[in-house]
């Protein structure tokens, strides 16, 4: 709840900076048409509704901001992070004047505080005044859109928006500035004329020599209120922690024999970083991607809260087990635990959507495939490299086409060879018959590719298929960049012999009838045999199939 109060807060606060930039933009055409348009300006936000909803935001979102430099346990920050909060940290001290000089002058001196009052203090005042006015709504747009990206870079729709989102960052705040800064030189210019500034004061009612005073002192009040509360919260940390430390200290050792002591009360994401850890976390523990995931161990495991409402929604999304648990949200009590990261440090928004059920392991019956060409050697000699890459990558490309057409998921490609897995999130029965429906459908794709390539080919491609189907251990094995969601165990070792079978019996598939049984077809044509897969106890029964085009089609 917290999280969103501070979101929606700053949206309205950008809603009012967009509308504020825009109502700028209007000086590129005359000093007449950006005092004009002002009109609906302060209809928008001067009104009972629209200054509930601005200052009741601005006091939310500056509230919550210093509560969580308060409760932040580790200043381990990305660069990103500390730029936001950096800006952040300014925008009181860049603001205050402006906020005296017009709302707070506006209320208590009846000051017009409209855009010739503004524009006359920025020409008779400093360069300081004018650059300290124009770094404002620089500050505070890229505070805004480094915040809005954490919020929405793990939103489906973003990557596609990220274009358009781009354009509308980069020309609403460089309308707004330029719009202002050619109001300004305008406005200069008119100010070169004897008694021009004198008549604008006079008209606007601004304040005397004492009130202009007071108003800055107001202004610096603010500003020291601000930092006060700033350092207040600061402050409050070594407190929180010393009497955190009095309830008990939680032990964690990680996966690489590290060990962390902490006081209770951290979140295992920030003793990880105050610990120097590396600990993957795209949204920068805000709940959302799920990549700081950890799988939790130890004697006092037992101990530990159940997970939230939300913690829980993004853990079932990834399909995660009973014992992992989301790192920036799990606050274990004292104890002992053991704790292994389960995504690697470098980990991205990719990893963060993964939606499989079975990437954190588990045993599943499935049917597996794989497929070589036959005598590519001898194919590929005399060709030159790009040649090779080209013919390559036709193939992958029809049998991988062909293994996603049947429903299937394709594993690895093994030199010229392919691996592709059938019933992960389907029925035994339908695995199967997708498995044999696949190879169909590679036969045939093969049969197209060597039509389209029989000018360049001495002899056509001809492939070995193996299918075989059981129980297999299933989940995201590697390491870094390199880790996928595969599949281990006899049955792979067995599919990938009878791949190899196809030579000795000179056929295109070799398909166990464990999977045909499964699957409910009747292969009794084709030949059967009785073969000895290595490190496998007992024979095992295979079907022989000359053509794997000849196949009937088995789309579920």
């Known amino acids: 709840m ?13 809603a009012y900076v967009t509308t504020h930039l825009l109502n700028h933009a209007v000086g590129l055409v005359s000093l007449r048409a950006l005092e004009a348009s002002r009109f609906w300006f302060v209809y928008l936000w001067q009104g009972p509704l629209g200054q509930i909803a601005l200052y009741g935001a601005l006091l939310v979102h500056f509230s919550l901001a210093l509560w969580a430099v308060a409760r932040r346990r580790s200043f381990r920050l990305s660069p990103w992070e500390w730029t936001q909060l950096v800006l952040g940290a300014s925008i009181v001290p860049l603001a205050a004047v402006h906020v005296v000089g017009t709302r707070i002058a506006y209320d208590y001196y009846g000051v017009d505080s409209g855009y010739p009052w503004v524009l006359a203090s920025l020409a008779a005042g400093g360069w300081t005044g004018v650059a300290r006015q124009f770094a404002l709504p620089l500050v505070v747009w890229i505070h805004a859109c480094i915040g809005l990206h954490f919020a929405w870079h793990l939103r489906h729709w973003y990557r596609d928006w990220l274009p358009t989102l781009y354009a509308v960052a980069l020309l609403v705040p460089a309308a707004g500035i330029a719009g202002a800064a050619v109001a300004l030189r305008d406005f200069m210019d008119l100010a070169q004329q004897p008694g021009f500034l004198g008549e604008v004061f006079a008209r606007v009612h601004a304040p005397d020599a004492a009130s202009g005073a007071e108003l800055y002192r107001i202004a610096d009040s603010l500003m020291a209120g601000a930092g006060a509360l700033l350092l207040a919260s600061l402050a409050a940390r070594p407190v929180r922690n010393a009497w955190e430390r009095r309830a008990g200290v939680v032990h964690l050792t990680y996966s690489d024999r590290k060990t962390v002591d902490t006081p209770t009360g951290l979140s295992v994401l920030e003793m990880s970083r105050i610990s120097g850890i590396p600990h993957a976390s795209v949204c920068g523990g805000r709940g959302r991607c799920s990549t700081c995931r950890v799988r939790i161990g130890g004697p006092d495991r037992a101990l530990l809260p159940p997970p939230g409402p939300e913690e829980q929604k993004v853990l079932a999304r990834v399909g995660a087990p009973e014992n992992v648990r989301l790192a920036c949200q799990l606050r274990p009590p004292p104890g002992r635990y053991r704790v292994t990261t389960l995504l690697p440090a470098s980990a991205g928004p990719v990893e963060a959507y993964r939606q499989q059920p079975q990437a954190h ?25 790009y040649d090779v890459v080209f013919l390559l990558n036709r193939y992958f490309r029809a049998t991988g086409q062909a293994v996603q057409s049947a429903g299937g998921r394709l594993d690895k490609f093994i030199g010229d060879g392919v691996m592709a897995i059938f019933g992960l999130d389907r029925a035994p029965e339908t695995a199967c018959r997708q498995a044999l429906d696949a190879a169909r459908r ?6 197209d590719l060597n039509e389209a390539l029989s000018g360049d080919l001495d002899q056509p491609l001809r492939i070995g298929i193996g299918l075989h189907a059981g129980p297999a251990i299933v989940g995201e094995m590697g390491y870094d960049r390199a880790a996928s969601l595969t599949a281990i165990g006899d049955t792979v070792n067995t599919a990938s012999r009878l791949e190899t079978l196809t030579k000795e019996f000179k056929v295109e598939l070799v398909v166990s009838q464990e999977l045909l ?32 085009r000849d196949l009937t089609s088995l789309s579920s």
């Not at 917290?2 to 606060?13: A, C, D, E, F, N």
């Not at 045993?363 to 194919?379: K, N, Q």
């Not at 590679?442 to 049969?447: F, G, P, Q, R």
């Open 442 to 447: 590679m036969a045939l794709a093969l049969d």
């Open 2 to 14: 917290i999280g969103r109060l501070r979101l929606w807060s700053g949206y309205v606060l950008l």
């Open 517 to 548: 049984d499964r699957a409910g077809v009747d292969l009794s044509a084709a030949p059967k045999h009785e073969v000895d897969i290595r490190g496998r106890q007992g024979r095992l029964a295979v079907r022989a199939v000359l053509q794997a």
């Open 361 to 385: 392991g588990g045993e599943r019956y499935v049917a597996i495939l794989f497929a070589d060409i036959r005598g590519f050697t001898s194919i590929s000699e005399g060709k030159l490299p």
